[in-house]
C-alpha cells in the first residue's frame, strides 16, 4: 500500500503543486493532517485516491473530525493536525492525542517535516507542500507491507 501524507496546504489561497498531484495520482490513499483550508483541496486529491483527512485550526468551516485512527495493512495509523491538547509543544501535542498509541501519528501545523521514531512508534509531520517554514516544500510517501513501514520524503525536485 502506498500512501501520500501531505499536511498545511492551505487552499485556495495556495494551489496544489504538480508533483504532489503525481504523487497522489501514484498513491493507493492519502492522508491530510490539516489546514486543508477548502474542499476543492479535498475534492482535487480524492479524483486521485481516496482521502482522510483531519481538521486544522483553519478548517473550522470543514466537515473534518479531530483525529482518525486507520488500520493499513496490520499497521495503526493516527491521523491529527497537532494544535491542540496537552504537551509543551506541536510534536508533543500530537502524540498525546492518541491513547492508545498507534503504530504511525501524523500530524501537521508546524509546517517542518519530522520522521522520529518514538519507542515502537512513528512520529512523522509531511511539512507543508504549499507554505514550508523550512524552505522546502515537502511530502511524504508511507509504504506499509505486510505489517512493515518504510518512509520516502517527496518533493517538487522528487525524492528528497
Given at each position: ?51 482522510y483527512a ?6 473550522l468551516d ?99
Amino acid at each position: 500500500m502506498r500512501i501520500l501524507v501531505t499536511a498545511d496546504t492551505h487552499g485556495p489561497r495556495h494551489r496544489l503543486p504538480p508533483w504532489l498531484l503525481e504523487a497522489a495520482s501514484a498513491a493507493d490513499l492519502v492522508l491530510h493532517a490539516g489546514d486543508v483550508c477548502d474542499l476543492a483541496t479535498l475534492e482535487t486529491l480524492a479524483v486521485r485516491a481516496p482521502v482522510y483527512a483531519v481538521r486544522g485550526n483553519r478548517d473550522l468551516d470543514l466537515p473534518l473530525a479531530e483525529s482518525i485512527v486507520l488500520w493499513v495493512e496490520g499497521v495503526s495509523v493516527g491521523i491529527v493536525h497537532g494544535h491542540l491538547g496537552p504537551g509543551a509543544d506541536t510534536p508533543e501535542r500530537a502524540w498525546r492525542s492518541f491513547q492508545p498509541q498507534p503504530d504511525v501519528v501524523v500530524f501537521g501545523h508546524s509546517h517542518r517535516r519530522l520522521l522520529e521514531r518514538r519507542g515502537a512508534g512513528w512520529l512523522v509531520n509531511p511539512g507543508s507542500a504549499t507554505s514550508p517554514k523550512d524552505g522546502r516544500a515537502a511530502a511524504l510517501v508511507l509504504t506499509v507491507h505486510d505489517g512493515r513501514i518504510a518512509w520516502q520524503p517527496i518533493g517538487a525536485g522528487g525524492v528528497l
